[in-house]
């Protein structure tokens, strides 16, 4: 009777789709921050949502990492070279996790 059940099913299935893409396409190092500075910064309730900006700059800003800070729920956005060795520009810190492209 409800002709837009399926379209609703259908946006749904969009959205699963859209969210195992994001959690494939970056690697989490978790209580790692990057210390380089970020080339933006914004607050959203998530980490998903964090790495979901990331994909949509993606194109206009190449967005290849992220820290996210939960205490603050702030997203740092980067612009880095997912193929050099990112080792010295890693600190460890509690609550910080770090969204990098993988290669």
């Known amino acids: 009777t409800d002709e837009?059940?399926?379209?609703?099913i259908c946006e749904m299935e969009v959205l699963v789709s859209s969210s195992t893409y994001e959690l494939?396409?970056?690697?989490?190092l978790?209580?790692?921050k990057l210390v380089d500075k970020p080339m933006a910064q914004v607050q959203l309730s998530n980490s998903f949502f964090c790495v979901r900006e990331?994909?949509?700059?993606?194109?206009?800003?190449?967005?290849?990492a992220v820290n996210w800070i939960?205490?603050?729920r702030s997203c740092q956005l980067y612009r880095i070279n997912p193929f050099v060795d990112l080792t010295a520009r890693l600190i460890?810190?509690?609550?910080?996790d770090l969204y990098i492209?993988?290669?």
């Open 54 to 64: 990331c994909l949509q700059r993606r194109l206009s800003t190449y967005c290849t």
């Open 30 to 32: 978790m209580n790692t």
């Open 70 to 72: 939960t205490s603050t």
């Open 92 to 96: 460890t810190d509690q609550g910080t």
């Open 24 to 28: 494939i396409n970056f690697h989490k």
């Open 4 to 8: 837009k059940n399926p379209l609703h």
């Open 101 to 103: 492209q993988r290669i």
